[in-house]
């Protein structure tokens, strides 16, 4: 139900934009936004969209280099990277939740969530 895609490998400093198309969701209904695990570490809340167009949050560690945004007619989110670090290499995955925000960040008890999409950021 979710779908990911966009992931790819980039030297440091570069950028990626990825996509999740999430048909069927109707975006009021639920608070969007993305988690990664990187190999071997623990899952990591990314950034969220809150619904009915509520507070968009994204975690210290990658502040003012993503961003989250949604095209709610299209049913989709996007987090375009920006600035990319080795450490951010990760699976990311897109998830949807119904609660709330802290779910995604918390990254538990997650309602939906995508098959993920492999981001590489080389030195």
């Known amino acids: 139900q979710l779908e990911e895609s966009g992931g790819g490998s980039v030297q440091a400093g570069g950028s990626l934009r990825l996509s999740c198309v999430a048909p069927?969701?109707?975006?009021?209904?639920?608070?969007i936004g993305w988690f990664r695990q990187a190999p071997g570490k623990e899952r990591e809340g990314v950034a969220c969209?809150?619904?009915?167009?509520?507070?968009?949050w994204h975690t210290p560690t990658v502040r003012g280099r993503f961003t989250i945004s949604s095209d709610n007619g299209k049913s989709t989110v996007y987090l375009q990277m920006n600035s990319l670090k080795p450490e951010d290499t990760a699976v990311y995955y897109c998830a949807a939740d119904r609660e709330a925000c802290g779910s995604i960040a918390l990254v538990r008890a997650i309602d939906y969530r995508g098959k993920g999409t492999l981001v590489i950021v080389s030195s």
């Open positions: 969209i809150s619904r009915h167009d509520g507070p968009i």
């Open positions: 069927g969701f109707t975006f009021d209904d639920y608070n």
